[in-house]
């Protein structure tokens, strides 16, 4: 059974020490969050830092096998695989469905990016170009964002697509704007996993056309 999290200790000497816990942190001007990009306006108020927890409650994939979310799909679900690791379509839960295309890669093998092994380190690179080039030509996408997924205990990277001139939605304004834009329908959602499979089939590996 996993220990439940204890609280920090103040005078530990860790990070936390410096920071003002149980107040609310000022907002500077230029900060990301009152930005041009920012998809807030007027005052706001920022909620009071809480005090780390440790041990940090497992993450997904963390507790056994039977604990993996979404590393337990079959390779027959997946957009397209290879034998460096997979790609599929992004979680119905997902907040980013909103965007044009969004979709994870995950290298094979129960690994996070510390202990990766070479040879399939070596493979990511040229997946995450095979993905890239997949989401480009489906139109209007101006850029393909890269992020590392830290929920789970296995490496995963998320990569959606922008909308082309969209420019409230660069750079961290993507993440802060997701659950604020209007979703894509499911019908519209099929047809864009089925290009992005195709690609990447026509670019190697085998693909599930949906």
């Not at 379509?89 to 969004?102: C, F, I």
């Not at 929920?151 to 997701?178: D, N, V, Y």
């Not at 329908?185 to 047809?191: G, P």
């Amino acid at each position: 059974m996993t220990a439940l999290p204890a609280a920090h200790e103040p005078g530990s000497g860790s990070f936390a020490d410096r920071l003002p816990i149980g107040e609310s942190l000022p907002v500077s001007e230029d900060s990301f969050v009152t930005g041009d990009t920012s998809p807030v306006k007027g005052e706001m108020r920022v909620k009071p830092l809480q005090a780390p927890v440790l041990p940090e409650p497992p993450r997904d994939g963390e507790d056994g096998p039977e604990d993996r979310g979404v590393c337990g799909r079959p390779v027959e679900d997946v957009l397209g695989a290879d034998e460096h690791g997979r790609v599929d379509m992004a979680p119905g839960s997902s907040g980013l469905l909103g965007l044009p295309a969004l979709v994870m890669l995950q290298p094979r093998g129960p690994y996070d990016l510390s202990d990766l092994p070479a040879g399939r380190a070596a493979g990511v690179g040229p997946m995450l170009q095979r993905v890239e080039r997949a989401i480009m030509p489906l139109g209007g996408i101006a850029r393909v964002h890269l992020s590392k997924g830290g929920g789970g205990a296995r490496l995963r990277f998320w990569l959606p697509g922008r909308p082309a001139g969209m420019m409230r939605l660069r750079k961290t304004a993507l993440s802060l704007r997701e659950g604020l834009l209007p979703k894509v329908s499911d019908e519209k959602r099929r047809s864009t996993n089925r290009r992005i499979a195709a690609t990447l089939a026509a670019d190697g590996g085998k693909a599930c056309i949906r």
